[in-house]
């Protein structure tokens, strides 16, 4: 298939495209590289042994878009283009709304004037807030911060549009904690700044770019008091994209699913994962809690296995050895 991927030069974007092209698929990248860097796109071209088109381009751009898609006539969209640093979202909220919101219209716009009526959307398990876990695509939602609302608010504008459009074929994945690094380590993620994440923080950590981890509380209701997440390898999320790619190619309407391991893991079995990675041992303190944190989140991944036939096959020491090999081959990202 034509696949128009915004945001692929990011992250999980660069890994998805990587995927994409290897599956044989004509990939062309939107991306206005606010928060991310070409450079990424040129490493996917060398592991995929062919490149994907690359458009420099805020989504919002309507008269890129439209340009776009007369050239390029995608025949399914993904689209993870989008501002995503909680802390940041609640600072600046328009921002959020802007760009966000905007964007999505704008491409959804762009799709219905071109007949292209596939569409992945990346969401996030913060739409189920402080939901006891494990969490199914059914559990209530609720966000609390502006950029979580950004990703509920898009999965509903999604819902309308699939009930105005009978053609129209949605995807919605909602992501729990992608984490690792493509095994070549050529490909991961490069935080701008100070990063907000557990993994990127410590794998600065690790290899020695900043002194200690801030473990944000250890008196939670967990078993040794520090938070618990679902994290994922970025590649099984990557194949989970094309998992949900092939499933909306025949099914028309709106579909939810959770993409995660349904196995949790605290931030104490995480700095001891990435120390048996990086084979020495992670400064840390402990700090009070980090507003807005829960103590627990893992998903309900069954409903993905049931209908994309997909589940993640990777673990938490594999994730850790993946991304101490993108860190460490890469200590200052994509610039250096
Ligand atoms: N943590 C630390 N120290 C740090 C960073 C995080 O102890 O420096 C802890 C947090 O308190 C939490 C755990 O590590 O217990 C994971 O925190 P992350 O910031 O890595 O991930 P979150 O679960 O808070 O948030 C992530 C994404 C959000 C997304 C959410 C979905 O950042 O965008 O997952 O659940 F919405």
Redesign the pocket.
């Given at each position: 298939m034509r696949v128009l991927v915004t945001g692929g030069a990011g992250y999980i974007g660069s890994h998805t495209t990587l995927a994409l092209l290897e599956a044989g698929h004509d990939v062309l990248v939107v991306d206005d590289l606010t928060n991310s860097h070409a450079e990424s796109l040129r490493r996917v071209a060398t592991l995929a042994g062919r490149p994907a088109q690359f458009v420099e381009a805020n989504v919002r751009h309507d008269d890129v878009m439209e340009a776009t898609f007369a050239r390029f006539l995608p025949e399914a969209v993904i689209h993870f283009a989008g501002w995503?640093?909680?802390g940041e979202s609640v600072a600046k909220p328009l921002v959020y709304y802007r760009e966000n919101l905007d964007s999505t219209l704008t491409l959804l716009e762009t799709m219905q004037r071109h007949g292209c009526t596939r569409i992945v959307f990346s969401s996030?398990?913060?739409v189920?807030g402080a939901g006891e876990p494990p969490l199914s695509e059914d559990a209530p939602t609720g966000a609390t911060n502006p950029?979580?609302r950004t990703?509920l608010m898009i999965e509903e504008i999604l819902a309308d549009a699939s009930v105005a459009d009978p053609d129209l074929a949605v995807g919605v994945l909602r992501?729990?904690?992608p984490i690792g690094a493509h095994a070549s380590g050529m490909i991961g993620e490069d935080p701008q700044g100070i990063?907000?994440?557990?993994?990127p923080?410590v794998a600065q950590v690790a290899t020695g770019r900043r002194a200690e981890?801030?473990?944000?509380?250890d008196d939670?209701d967990t078993p040794d008091g520090?938070?618990?997440?679902d994290y994922i390898h970025v590649l099984d999320l990557a194949a989970g994209h094309l998992a949900a790619l092939d499933y909306i190619r025949d099914h028309a309407g709106y579909h939810v699913w959770n993409l995660g391991t349904g196995r949790g893991t605290s931030?104490f079995e995480?700095i001891s994962a990435y120390e048996r990675a990086c084979g020495h041992p992670i400064p840390y303190q402990v700090l009070p809690?980090?507003a807005g944190?829960?103590a627990r989140?893992f998903a309900d991944p069954s409903k993905a296995k049931r209908e994309l036939g997909w589940e993640a096959t990777r673990g938490i020491d594999e994730m850790c050895v993946d991304s101490y090999r993108w860190q460490s081959n890469n200590p200052r990202g994509f610039t250096a």
């Amino acid at each position: 298939m034509r696949v128009l991927v915004t945001g692929g030069a990011g992250y999980i974007g660069s890994h998805t495209t990587l995927a994409l092209l290897e599956a044989g698929h004509d990939v062309l990248v939107v991306d206005d590289l606010t928060n991310s860097h070409a450079e990424s796109l040129r490493r996917v071209a060398t592991l995929a042994g062919r490149p994907a088109q690359f458009v420099e381009a805020n989504v919002r751009h309507d008269d890129v878009m439209e340009a776009t898609f007369a050239r390029f006539l995608p025949e399914a969209v993904i689209h993870f283009a989008g501002w995503k640093a909680v802390g940041e979202s609640v600072a600046k909220p328009l921002v959020y709304y802007r760009e966000n919101l905007d964007s999505t219209l704008t491409l959804l716009e762009t799709m219905q004037r071109h007949g292209c009526t596939r569409i992945v959307f990346s969401s996030s398990a913060t739409v189920y807030g402080a939901g006891e876990p494990p969490l199914s695509e059914d559990a209530p939602t609720g966000a609390t911060n502006p950029y979580g609302r950004t990703k509920l608010m898009i999965e509903e504008i999604l819902a309308d549009a699939s009930v105005a459009d009978p053609d129209l074929a949605v995807g919605v994945l909602r992501y729990f904690n992608p984490i690792g690094a493509h095994a070549s380590g050529m490909i991961g993620e490069d935080p701008q700044g100070i990063p907000n994440n557990l993994v990127p923080y410590v794998a600065q950590v690790a290899t020695g770019r900043r002194a200690e981890l801030s473990v944000f509380g250890d008196d939670y209701d967990t078993p040794d008091g520090t938070g618990i997440r679902d994290y994922i390898h970025v590649l099984d999320l990557a194949a989970g994209h094309l998992a949900a790619l092939d499933y909306i190619r025949d099914h028309a309407g709106y579909h939810v699913w959770n993409l995660g391991t349904g196995r949790g893991t605290s931030v104490f079995e995480i700095i001891s994962a990435y120390e048996r990675a990086c084979g020495h041992p992670i400064p840390y303190q402990v700090l009070p809690r980090r507003a807005g944190d829960v103590a627990r989140s893992f998903a309900d991944p069954s409903k993905a296995k049931r209908e994309l036939g997909w589940e993640a096959t990777r673990g938490i020491d594999e994730m850790c050895v993946d991304s101490y090999r993108w860190q460490s081959n890469n200590p200052r990202g994509f610039t250096a």
